[in-house]
């Protein structure tokens, strides 16, 4: 009793947080004390299955912070990890008291370490490597100890950096075999022959200026460069990370330990989860990276501002930014890249004014109005196929997206169900629901969308923290699709993907066709401002919590929790024998059972069993998905090595048997079906004004007409056609 109370009391001061916590409770001058007191707090009472912050907490948020910070056991010593042992069963005391001195010793010497490493590396790779030397590398990192002295430390790195520099060594010889005519294998060379090559010359295909050969040593030297310049671009970003960066790391590190799904997202990482799920930012549309100091457009989003403004283009760098108030231009060539998106994005309306460098050197102001932009490639997508003279309808839908400030404005399950009324005025007779590698998304847009195909019915149940069981339901009676119903999923059908293919399969109402089961995420999260809980706030942005508040489960009382959605007609894929899913994953939460809720199966299903045999007897005798099944296991074998010679002629003739190996599994992208695929006619018209709409619809479609399991889908709809009778109305059966 005492513990739902205090769920409540939660529930009430998160809706009321202005006025509702103390100053003395929620305000401290720092930020980071402020920040643990928070989380802390909000995990303690309002996580679905709070864990007792102690010692053993604090051990392993001790493992798993220090693996984060030094994945491949090259930066700290032996005695780096004894000095912070004093501090591993000490976490959980510091963070009730709000103490940072663990973090503070840590983010201290990862400093120190990271300017010794870079001194390190660059003079590792100041030197040629020996590759016929007989060792080998583990890239099990996890099995490696730390290393005790500077020798150590340098001989690990040498070992690593070879290990990146062999693979830059092999491509360089094998593109100067290709360049050449005379094909003469590089490597079987004489030394001589080797220190003399660069004096041939010939004729590239991409060019008919004369290219030099260049010799063994020139390319090793080569190789060296790519990998010291990969890293020197790796340093150039954690140059720019700031301790709030790394303070988020260990703050995730915490919350980590109480499910894999709970994240504290810094206040620039709230505002790209915000983008993810609501498919929509306000800017001038266009995607950035930074190499070495440089702001580089990598490519322009169709239908955006700047696509509109038609002078920006792909290879663009930005060197200056300024603001329509008059103010000076602000140089942004070496600023941080969030930094330099935050001085470029702004309000819908307002002009923004680029200093760039075009791809012909040239130098221009561009003023550009911002405006709402929208990744078209997040939202749902529709298509029409003929099969056996019947037509179809096919939706891709990658997430399930809302809008996070007003649910109306636009969200997953009101896009499908325009897309569905449209596929219903082109005649289609069957329908495919693609949710592969669906994440999931908002719990609300999954209960809407589930009602398309149902008259009404729970769709979901849920138990909150405190273990109080809801059943939520769809009460519209408007079914808008009534007719043959396939979802395909795969193990990265994750979350309300997970809901939507469950509940259809309990009712009966569609087939599940893909993985042996989806991806295991049976929980829901909620994401809280942080800025709501805190009075009088003076320390900037304190960005926002996802946590778990509940576990959902099947309408038939079974969770999906590690377990996934079985689907009722397997078929083999790439990931088949990979360790993908919730199971996988560290800390998930258990998997249990509850009672079932009452619903009434859909009366449409007297063929699915019949369906579903068919379906399995294809799927036996087909050889693209025996080849498929093949190429997964040669997959996990390929993934599962750990050793690797570091001597070039030994890891020559593994990637060449390797190589070998692979030939059997290229037909596996030669593979066509006998379908075309056809965009509706609202997008016709869109794409007759919009050619990079156009390139994405017809890449997606030939894409299509290479996918065995969408052929096999459909073969399914075919199976299923005949039980039912299709009303054509749109938004049909309404009582």
Known sequence: MKRNYKILLLALMLAFASCSFTTKTFEDPDKDKLLMQLITYVLEEGHYSPKEINDEFSESVFRAYLDQLDPFKRYFYASDIKEFEAYKDKIDDQLKNQDLTFFNLTHGRLLQRLKESQEMYRDVLANPFDYSVDETINTEYKKLAYVNSKKEMRERWRTQLKFSAIANYDDLISQQENTFSDKKKVQDMTAVEGELVDYDVAETKESKEPK????????????????LNSLNELYDYIDERK???????????????????????????????DVAMSGKFEGIGARLQKKMDVVTIIEIISGGPAWKNNELEAGDQILKVQQDDGEPSVSIVGMRLEDAVKLIKGPKGTNVILTVKKVDGTIQDLTITRDVVELEEVYAKSTTVIKDDKKFGVINLPGFYVNMEDYKK????????????????????????????????????????????????????????????????????????????????????????????????????????????????????????????????????MGALKYTIQKYYRINGGSTQLEGVKSDVVVPDRYSYIALGEKNQDNPLAYDKISATDYKIWEHNSDYQKAIDKSNARIAINEQLKLIDDNARWVKKIRDKEEYSLKYDTYKAALKLNEEEAKRFEKLTDYKTNLTYSSLPYEN??????????????????????????????NVLNDLRGSYTIKKVVNNMKE
């Open 212 to 227: 030099e050969k260049k010799s063994l040593t020139e390319l090793e030297a080569e190789a060296r460069k790519t990998t």
């Open 243 to 273: 301790r709030e960066d790394w303070f988020g790391v260990y703050l995730n590190a915490i919350v980590a330990e109480f499910d894999p799904h709970t994240f504290y997202y810094a206040p620039e990482d709230k505002e790209r989860f």
């Open 410 to 541: 636009r969200n997953a399950a009101t896009d499908v169900k325009l897309e569905i009324e449209r596929l219903k005025e082109e005649g289609i007779e069957g329908l495919v629901l693609d949710l592969r590698n669906n994440g999931g998304g908002s719990l609300q847009t999954v209960i809407d969308m589930a009602g398309l195909f149902i008259k009404e019915g729970p769709i979901v149940q849920v138990k909150t923290t405190g273990g109080q069981k809801e059943v939520l339901r769809d009460k519209d009676k408007t079914i808008t699709w009534d007719g043959p119903l396939v979802i395909l999923v795969n193990e990265n059908s994750a979350s309300a993907s997970e809901i939507l293919a469950a509940a259809m399969q309990d009712y009966k109402r569609a087939l599940v066709i893909g993985s042996k089961q989806t991806f295991g995420k049976g929980t829901v999260q909620t994401v809280l401002d942080l800025n709501r809980m805190v009075r009088n706030n003076t320390s900037g942005d």
């Open 685 to 714: 018209e869109l794409m007759a004004a919009d050619s990079i709409l156009k390139e994405k619809r017809d890449r997606w479609h030939k894409a299509l007409s290479q996918d065995v399991y969408v052929e096999e889908a459909l």
